[in-house]
Structures are given as C-alpha cells and as structure tokens.
T-cell receptor
Framework: AQKVTQAQTEISVVEKEDVTLDCVYE???????LFWYKQPPSGELVFLIR??????QNEISGRYSWNFQKSTSSFNFTITASQVVDSAVYFC???????????????FGKGTLLTVNP | SQTIHQWPATLVQPVGSPLSLECTVE??????LYWYRQAAGRGLQLLFY??????ISSEVPQNLSASRPQDRQFILSSKKLLLSDSGFYLC?????????????FGPGTRLTVT
C-alpha cells in the first residue's frame, strides 16, 4: 500500500523567511510519481509539480524548489523569501505506475497549513 | 486549453434530500475523471473514478453514487443525504495515457447537510 506522510500539520512564518515543507512517502512500486499541490483559501487544488521516480534532479521554479531523495523516500518543498500569497494548505501526493494494475490513483498526504504573516 | 467546471459552488441541503453535483471538462477528450471529498480535517478521500462513459469505480462504499453519461461529464448523486455527507467535493481530471499523471482539479462544491 502507498502512504504519504506530511508530519508538519501547521507552519507559521514571517514574510521573507524561507520555509521547507516535508513529505515522506512509502511505496513498493519501482516506478512512481510524486506531486505537490497548493490549496489556497478559495479551495481549488492547484498543481505545482510532478517528479518521476527515476529522475532525482532537484528542481527550481522561481521561489519554489523541490528536493527529491529516493534514499530517504522524501520529496521536500522549499519556498524562498515567502510571501503572504503563499499562505495555503500544501499537499504532497504519490501515484504508482503499477498499483493494482492502474496508474491513475493519487495518494495524498494530510497537508500542511502554511501561514505567512506580514 | 482545458478547463473544469463544477456546480453548484455551494449547497445547503436537509438530511434525507437528494443530491446532484455536476462536473464538466472542456478542451480534452476521453479524460479520466475523479470525485474526491475533503472533510474538515483536510484529508482528501477518493470517492469514484471513471476511465470512460458508463465506467465507474467506487473506492469507498457509501451513500453516494456517480455516473458518467457523456465523455466529459461526471455526476455525483445521492438519493438521501446524511449529515456525514457534508464536506467539500472536488472533481478532477487527468489525461488518459502514459505521459501525464497529474490531476487537475475543479473549483469544488461546498455541501452542508443540515
């Protein structure tokens, strides 16, 4: 069975601080995909990034960066110089290529509520 | 570009009343479609998914049902709502095929059962 753990339930920072959101996953699949989603107060989940299990290169997109480490089964998300607009719930998710013969089910973590204060 | 619509945006219904939530996707063909529920505790629970017209898989036995009468339309229904059906209902889609696994979510429907 697949499992995603986001141990940080809530994080509060002051604007311009850097913040890292942790994600640890469990899977028996040899090929899998990891995702991060943002859920602002409006409620809609916004897709941020997908990483393939065979590509461990870290990725940077503006103030966002992702650190994927298979050795520790972690896929952490860092926001640099946080802004008030970054306040949201962030979800990490996992999709396995061979999960029961299907590849279209996402397993979500419980989310981390990030509050960025001015 | 693809867009996903859900309606209504909010709904307040009494216990025992029927429910119909609709989701439509534009700009793509033969998508995989999903219904999720998000309770107050934030966790996302997959309720149903569909890989084609008339093909529905249920993840959790419950008071709800789903139908896919058209390629890009997904409907969530109930004959008699329970208090426990309250929550935020999200529809999502993904491209069928090997290259894309991320799901794209609609704006959601906030359901309160009173």
């Amino acid at each position: 069975a697949q499992k995603v753990t986001q141990a940080q339930t809530e994080i509060s920072v002051v604007e311009k601080e850097d913040v890292t959101l942790d994600c640890v996953y469990e899977t028996r699949d040899t090929t899998y995909y990891l995702f991060w989603y943002k859920q602002p107060p409006s409620g809609e989940l916004v897709f941020l990034i997908r990483r393939n299990s065979f590509d461990e290169q870290n990725e940077i997109s503006g103030r966002y960066s992702w650190n994927f480490q298979k050795s520790t089964s972690s896929f952490n998300f860092t926001i640099t110089a946080s802004q008030v607009v970054d306040s949201a719930v962030y979800f990490c998710a996992l999709s396995g290529l061979n999960s029961g013969g299907s590849n279209y089910k996402l397993t979500f973590g419980k989310g981390t509520l990030l509050t960025v204060n001015p | 570009s693809q867009t996903i619509h859900q309606w209504p945006a909010t709904l307040v219904q009494p216990v025992g009343s029927p429910l119909s939530l609709e989701c439509t996707v534009e700009g793509t063909s033969n998508p995989n479609l999903y219904w999720y529920r998000q309770a107050a505790g934030r966790g996302l629970q997959l309720l149903f998914y569909s890989v084609g017209i008339g093909q529905i898989s249920s993840e959790v036995p419950q008071n709800l049902s789903a139908s896919r009468p058209q390629d890009r339309q997904f409907i969530l229904s109930s004959k008699k709502l329970l208090l426990s059906d309250s929550g935020f209902y999200l529809c999502a889609w993904t491209k069928a095929g090997a290259d894309s696994y991320e799901q794209y979510f609609g704006p959601g429907t906030r359901l309160t059962v009173t």
